[in-house]
């Protein structure tokens, strides 16, 4: 089978509205792999790894979002296996620290 690694920004009211709460719980549901965090410009970031499919349908999800958030913006591209060494030990899927 493959696997799909992708790096996704997502900008807009994205932070303080439960936006990483809700991309684990998505992306757990979906198994996929990867973490999640905020950046200091106000930005979500997130990587996920998975079935190409299935990866797919997580970045069309960040698109719109929890319902008390605002998105105004998602770009993706291609990451390297290595980026996955970010998550927590024996973790699937991680909410990881401010950047």
């Not at 992306?27 to 996920?48: H, K, Q």
């Not at 719109?64 to 990451?79: I, K, Q």
């Amino acid at each position: 089978m493959s696997r799909a690694i992708l790096q996704v920004m997502i900008r807009g009211h994205v932070q303080g509205v439960g936006y990483r709460a809700w991309v684990e719980c998505q992306a757990t549901a979906s198994g996929l792999e990867g973490w999640v965090r905020n950046r200091r410009d106000g930005s979500v970031e997130a990587l996920f790894a998975g079935a190409p499919k299935h990866v797919a349908d997580m970045v069309a999800l960040c698109r719109h979002g929890p319902p008390s958030s605002r998105v105004d913006s998602v770009t993706s591209e291609t990451a390297s296996a290595d980026e996955l060494n970010l998550r927590r030990a024996g973790e699937a899927f991680s909410v990881l620290p401010t950047v």
